[in-house]
């Protein structure tokens, strides 16, 4: 019995690993699909941004109520998975405990370490489920969170409430055992056999283990993702100063040449190319690497000002759109083993002008981004393509464009006049 | 005001120790010209030679390029470095955190290096320095003021604090709104939106913003911003305001506080 229940954990421990391998390489293909970009630089500074950012968890302490229960479950998370160590020797050696014996009380205190943790998950997780499903609050309950994504959300809250059940359930259920707070449970199984209880010990184990194997299947087909990818997207996200708008080096090469001739070269082979993007194949990798990391939280929505008086943009569409395109057309890909064109683009398939119109530029969602994703920048690339693609500006821009061309300045007044204001 | 050029420095041989970069709004904007005459006359009191570009000064190409034509920024800003590259200038102030942010992030990849400050981080310094002697019990003193951040000074380039430390050297009772510092709300006129009408919503962002600075019940609202100077007198106006209180630029409340 022991040894076929061996053989099948490793069977389903090697499926488990396979299949969450084979999804994490289909997004990282996925991520690529976006232009490639280089950012090596600053190698300590990006560590930084990891360690305060990703693994410190610096700008959700802006708001600290979700912070300090994000914590319960972000370093609840992290320290249970040690005892994962324990469960995947005990499953692959038919042995109960393994670690027991070479601890001796400090695997009791160990253990009950783990079960306090796994209460205060359990309240992390239960006051997440009312904010969002009671209490309804604001940043849950935009547009773009009705439907497919409100379900996402609560799907990661059952399966993260199950697995802390399980967890008190089985420590609860074993007789040899006297946990902090698993012991309070032992009353549920009173009038049961030894047998019983060992049986049931043996169905929570397993479930338990089952439990965070379909948990890790589940991640990457979920906004959950970002347990992982804020890690990288820490380090890749930018350090220059957040006003700075992304040089268009091609665009500068033009201009160069229209205005100093001598230095075009006489003939250009190079293949006609399309300014700003227009799906995202056109953005950054790490606009998609953003796009993957979103976990639509919707802090950045929350405070963008465009979005607070009524205007159809919230960033966090932007992200949760880019990652939609990116897996839809990665699915093309996987199918058809290429990209075909499907009629459909990020820009008004997607995104709608309306809502790149409304951009005031802010930086307000960067700046409340806790794991440094930039929506401005894809607003960005968007607009771009959509004025110099498309010619698509509001009649008001396109005086304005007008003006700056013909008279240096915004408005039409007299380049003349500029410095009329030292003689008034 | 004389007010003396690039050009006039260059033709006596000589160069001044600063660039005053007075940005469209500031030329052109007649609320915005009383910000820059109240920054100049600041200067000239503290005897700190400067000049402006003059007619040769052009747009940086901010609004340009943040909505999204990238070329129309580009001709501008190839322009504008060539200008101060064969001035060989070195040191900038502007008035305009839009243009700062521009001049300082954004130009030095287009072969444009140059030490850019925006005036409330000048003005602060040159306190700091001695420089700039306030008078005792100045008119501001123990008046109750708001300062709004404006995006590309704060956010963007992250000051938030020069613009606080000269209102405190003014001796102002500082109120800050719920949105401040890195949860500021933009007034609205940023990414070019000051060039159109707004989309379609349920209000405009400087009543919003309008709105929160009035109710700290601030008789001044401080700003750093042409734009934002604008954008939050429209506000205050909307709620019938403006006779009660005054949207007023960091320079100019210093200017009528010197000794």
């Known amino acids: ?85 324990e469960i995947l020797v005990d499953g692959l050696c038919g042995t109960e405990r393994a670690f027991k014996p070479y601890l001796g009380g400090l695997y009791t205190v160990a253990i009950s370490f783990f079960e306090i943790l796994a209460a205060l998950v359990l309240v992390g997780v239960i006051a997440f489920w009312i904010r969002r499903n009671i209490l309804k609050l604001k940043r849950f309950t935009s ?24 967890l008190l359930l089985m420590n609860a259920a074993d007789p040899e055992a006297n946990f902090l707070i698993s012991q309070h449970l032992k009353p549920l199984f009173s009038n049961w056999s030894e047998s019983t209880t060992h049986l049931f010990m043996r169905i929570t184990w397993w479930g338990h283990i089952l439990g965070i194997f379909a948990f890790l299947n589940y991640l990457p087909y979920s906004k959950h993702l970002h ?6 997207n ?17 665009i500068q090469q033009e201009v160069l040449y229209m205005m100093e001739p001598a230095t075009a070269p006489a003939t250009t082979d190079a293949a006609p190319m399309s300014f700003g993007a227009k799906d995202v194949t056109d953005l950054s990798w790490k606009h998609l690497l953003d796009a993957f990391s979103c976990t639509e939280c919707g802090r950045c929505t929350e405070q963008c000002p465009a979005n607070i008086t009524g205007k159809k943009l919230s960033p966090r569409k932007i992200m949760m759109d880019t990652r939609d ?15 075909t064109p499907d009629g459909k683009s990020l820009l008004h398939n997607y995104i709608s002008v309306e809502e790149l119109r409304a951009c005031t530029t802010c930086n307000a969602c960067v700046e409340a981004c806790p794991v440094g994703i930039e929506p401005l920048s894809i607003i960005m690339q968007l607009r771009r393509n959509l004025i110099m693609e498309e010619s698509n500006a509001p009649q008001e821009w396109n005086m304005m464009f007008g003006n700056i061309e013909n008279n240096m300045a915004p408005w039409k007044l007299s380049p003349d006049d500029r410095d009329a204001w030292t003689q008034s | 005001m004389n007010i003396k050029s690039m050009a006039a420095f260059a033709a006596e041989g000589s160069s001044p120790e600063i660039l005053f970069w007075v940005g469209c709004a500031g030329s052109f904007d007649q609320r915005a010209q009383r910000v820059t005459k109240a920054f100049a ?24 390029r943040r909505s999204g034509n990238e070329f129309l920024f580009q ?9 101060m590259n064969a001035y060989n200038i070195k040191r900038i102030v502007t008035t305009c955190p839009h243009c700062f942010n521009v001049l300082k992030n954004e130009y030095p990849a287009l072969g444009g290096n140059y030490e850019v400050v925006h005036h409330t981080t000048l003005i602060q310094e040159l306190i700091n320095d001695g420089r700039i002697q306030l008078k005792e019990g100045g008119s501001f003193k123990g008046k109750r003021i708001t300062y709004h951040d404006s995006c590309y000074l704060g956010r963007a380039n992250n000051v938030y604090e020069a613009p606080r430390a000269v209102l405190e050297a003014l001796d102002v009772e500082l109120v800050e709104m719920k949105r401040c510092r890195t949860n500021g709300l933009c007034c609205g006129a940023g990414g070019a939106q000051m060039f159109k009408e707004d989309e379609p919503g349920t209000t405009r962002i400087n009543f919003e913003r309008s709105e929160e600075a009035l109710a700290t019940g601030a008789s001044i609202i401080a700003s750093n911003c042409p734009f934002c100077t604008t954008m939050l007198s429209d506000g205050v106006k909307k709620f019938e305001q403006e006779d009660n209180v005054q949207i007023m630029d960091i320079a100019e409340l210093v200017a009528a506080s010197l000794k």
């Not at chain 1, 109520?65 to 479950?73: C, D, E, K, R, S």
């Open chain 1, 1 to 85: 019995m022991v040894l076929v229940q061996q053989v099948l954990f490793l069977l389903v421990s090697i499926f488990a690993i396979a299949l969450f391998a084979r999804k994490i390489s289909s997004i990282r293909k996925a991520i690529f699909l976006g232009k490639k970009e280089s950012i090596n630089d600053r190698k300590a500074d990006r560590w930084k941004q990891v360690l305060f950012l990703a693994l410190g968890q610096k700008k959700m302490f802006k708001k600290p109520i979700p912070a300090i229960l994000h914590a319960f479950v972000y370093v609840g998370f992290i320290l249970i998975n040690i005892e994962v160590v």
């Open chain 1, 234 to 250: 820490a380090y890749y996200s930018r350090l220059d100063p957040q006003g700075t708008v992304a040089n268009m080096p091609e």
């Open chain 1, 227 to 232: 347990i992982i990818m804020a890690f990288p």
């Open chain 2, 41 to 64: 006359s600041i200067l000239e009191k503290v005897g700190l030679s400067f000049a402006i570009l003059g007619k040769e000064e052009m747009c940086t190409g901010d609004p340009a």
């Open chain 1, 143 to 166: 547009p773009e969170l009705q439907g497919a994504p409100l379900q996402d959300a609560n799907r990661i809250l059952y399966i993260e409430i199950v697995l802390m059940s399980m």
């Open chain 1, 325 to 339: 395109r990116a897996e839809e057309i990665s699915a093309q890909m996987d199918k058809q083993g290429n990209i």
């Open chain 2, 75 to 83: 001709m501008m800003a190839y322009n504008n470095i060539q200008t």
